[in-house]
C-alpha cells in the first residue's frame, strides 16, 4: 500500500516537472515570436524611403575642409617673436654692462698708472736698501779687520796721543785708521804736505777726499796750538 502511494506521488511529480517544462517551452516561442513580429515593424519604415534619396547627402562633403591648424601658426608665430624680445633685451643689457665696464676702467686709468709708478718707485727704494745694506755689511767688516789686525803704536819720540776725534770729519772708525797707519797726534796732520795729503788719502779709500775738503792739516795746526801753546 505505501509503495504504491510512493509510485503515484513520484508520477505526479514528474507530470508536473514536464508541465512545467512544457509551460517555459511554449512562453518562449511566444516571446520570440513577439519579438520577430515587433521587429519588423520597426524595420519596415525603413525599408520604404526610395533608395534614390540617399545621394541628397553628398552636398555635406565641402563642409569637411579642415580650418583649425590656422592658430597653431599664430601661436608659434607669437612665441618666435617672444623669443626675439627676448633675445634682443639681453643684448641690449649685454651692451649696456660693457659699455658701463670700459667707462670703469678708463677712469681708472690714472690710479692704474699711479699704482704702477708706485710699484716701481717702491723696487727702486728696496734695491737701494740692499744696496745700502750691503754697503754696511762692507763697512762693518772692515772696521772688524781694522780692529783685528792694527799693529801696536808707535809711541817712540812721541807724547801722549791726542783726541783725533777733536778734527771734524774723524770718527772713530777714521781714528782707529789712523792710528793703524801711525798717526797719533795733532802735530803730525799738522806737518802733512801736499804729497803727504794725497799720500793718506790713497790709504784711506773708503773716504775719498774727506782730508782736503774737511782740512784736516789746518784743523790740527789750530788744535796744536790750543792745547800745547805752540804754532806750527
Known amino acids: 500500500m505505501l509503495s504504491l502511494i510512493g509510485r503515484a506521488s513520484f508520477l505526479r511529480q514528474e507530470v508536473c516537472r514536464i508541465v512545467i517544462i512544457f509551460s517555459l517551452i511554449v512562453i518562449a516561442v511566444i516571446a520570440a515570436l513577439v519579438g520577430y513580429f515587433v521587429g519588423t515593424r520597426q524595420r519596415s519604415p525603413a525599408g520604404g524611403i526610395p533608395a534614390t534619396a540617399a545621394p541628397a547627402a553628398t552636398p555635406v562633403a565641402p563642409a569637411a575642409t579642415p580650418v583649425a591648424p590656422a592658430p597653431p601658426a599664430v601661436e608659434e608665430r607669437v612665441g618666435t617673436d617672444g623669443f626675439g624680445d627676448e633675445k634682443a633685451r639681453l643684448i641690449r643689457s649685454r651692451d649696456s654692462e660693457a659699455a658701463a665696464l670700459r667707462r670703469e676702467l678708463t677712469d681708472r686709468e690714472p690710479a692704474i698708472d699711479r699704482l704702477a709708478a708706485f710699484t716701481r718707485e717702491r723696487a727702486e727704494l728696496?734695491?737701494?736698501?740692499?744696496?745700502?745694506?750691503?754697503?754696511?755689511?762692507?763697512?762693518r767688516q772692515l772696521v772688524i779687520d781694522i780692529e783685528t789686525n792694527a799693529p801696536p803704536p808707535i809711541l817712540a819720540g812721541m807724547g801722549e796721543p791726542d783726541d783725533l776725534k777733536l778734527i771734524v770729519g774723524i770718527g772713530p772708525v777714521l781714528e782707529r785708521m789712523l792710528h793703524s797707519l801711525g798717526i797719533m797726534t795733532f802735530r803730525q796732520i799738522a806737518r802733512w804736505t801736499d804729497r803727504e795729503v794725497a799720500e793718506f788719502d790713497a790709504k784711506l779709500p773708503e773716504f775719498p777726499g774727506r782730508i782736503v775738503r774737511d782740512q784736516?792739516?789746518?784743523?790740527?795746526r789750530a788744535l796744536h796750538q790750543s792745547k800745547y801753546g805752540e804754532r806750527l
Not at 126 to 139: I, K, M, P, S, V
Request: charged share 25%; net charge positive.
Open 126 to 139: 728696496f734695491r737701494t736698501l740692499a744696496d745700502t745694506r750691503a754697503e754696511t755689511t762692507r763697512y
Open 216 to 220: 784736516w792739516v789746518t784743523q790740527a
